[in-house]
């Protein structure tokens, strides 16, 4: 049973436009979430986290945001760059971590 | 210096096979994960260790063994591979054990192949 889904296994966007992958969680026990990104050939690297007691958290062009009534968190990347071509997975920890199956963005110059 | 290895990279090998995959970790972290990536994508978690101790062992087949000799390398044996063990293997380490914020840091993974 898979607890944090990805719903978009791609997305491309335009260099300079917003970028937006989302993602859904079924756990309500969940109290943490994390954004890795991961490139072709290497492992995930961390990128941004939010914990439970927060709607919102920016690091700078990455924000993401939680809805925890709706289960649902994003991750919002503005201005999108061609370095932020890669694969991004959400993921979700009680007593450990649950990921998502990744959704690959292309940043087009 | 890289953060946390795994050798090899690329593993093909038959059916029915025994291989290992090792994981060493320069961290100094108490917790090393074993995740397996299969064709769908899917990053789920096979094993953690805290402390040279298993503390998660996901319905895996008994065929996978972990091995913590110390804090900082985690093996994997798999013995009597079979076709759907092909996956990616990622090793992982973080400072404690327990979800909430525990950055894993990841090896590169292990592309395995079965022939």
């Known amino acids: 049973d898979q607890q944090v889904k990805q719903n978009s296994p791609s997305l491309s966007v335009q260099e300079g436009r917003i970028s937006i992958l989302n993602c859904d969680y079924t756990n309500s026990m969940f109290d943490y979430f994390l954004w890795y990104k991961k490139y072709p050939a290497e492992g995930p690297t961390f990128l941004i986290s939010i914990s439970s007691i927060k709607d919102k958290n920016e690091d700078g062009r990455f924000t993401v945001f939680l809805n925890k009534s709706a289960k649902h968190l994003s991750l919002h990347i503005v201005p999108s760059q061609p370095g932020d071509s890669a694969v991004y997975f959400c993921?979700?920890?009680?007593?450990?971590?649950?990921f998502g199956t990744g959704t690959s963005l292309t940043v087009i110059p | 210096d890289t953060a946390v290895s795994q050798t090899p990279k690329y593993l093909v090998t038959q059916m029915g096979n025994d291989k290992s995959i090792k994981c060493e970790q320069n961290l100094g972290h108490d917790t090393m994960y074993w995740y397996k990536q299969d064709s769908k994508k899917f990053l789920k978690i096979m094993f953690s260790?805290?402390?040279?101790?298993?503390?998660i062992n996901e319905t895996v087949p008994n065929r996978f063994s972990p091995k913590s000799p110390d804090k900082a390398h985690l093996n994997l044996h798999i013995n009597s591979l079979e076709l759907g063990d092909s996956a990616v293997y990622f090793c992982?380490?973080?400072?404690?054990?327990?979800?909430?914020?525990?950055?894993?840091?990841f090896g590169p993974g292990t592309r395995l192949t079965v022939l």
């Open positions: 992982a380490s973080s400072q404690d054990y327990g979800g909430g914020y525990n950055e894993q840091f």
């Open positions: 260790y805290n402390n040279k101790e298993l503390i």
């Open positions: 993921a979700a920890s009680a007593n450990q971590f649950y």
